[in-house]
Nanobody
């Protein structure tokens, strides 16, 4: 599975941004998909994950009620709608595909995208 993320950029604090990630090669329609991020000088952290059918999702506490994860047509595309952004959200965002149908922070994530940089200015 190859993952291509897009949608990163520069946004002011309080603004919104939507990330997209498309899977190609082998289908990811039967697997959970998720988003992680890595801020400068910090370890990569879990952001959100969505089940194979889009039926359930879970979020890191730091983004709950501000970010929404969803899946697109044919279930091999995943989106991350981010709102009320603050400078602490500045990071490289990575999409990933889990080995299972349901994913979370402790799941095994097998495939990773190249990352897209989101910068939130104050």
């Amino acid at each position: 599975v190859q993952l291509q993320a897009s949608g990163g950029g520069l946004v002011q604090a309080g603004g919104s941004l939507t990330l997209s990630c498309a899977a190609s090669g082998r289908t990811a329609s039967n697997n959970a998909m998720g988003w992680f991020r890595q801020a400068p000088g910090k370890e990569r952290e879990f952001v959100a994950a969505i089940a194979w059918n889009g039926g359930s999702a879970n979020y890191a506490d730091s983004v709950k009620d501000r970010f929404t994860i969803s899946r697109g047509y044919a279930q091999s595309t995943v989106y991350l709608q981010m709102s009320s952004l603050n400078v602490e959200d500045t990071a490289v965002y990575y999409c990933a595909v889990s080995i299972g149908s349901y994913g979370g922070r402790n799941s095994v994530w097998r495939y990773w995208g190249q990352g897209t940089l989101d910068t939130v200015s104050s």
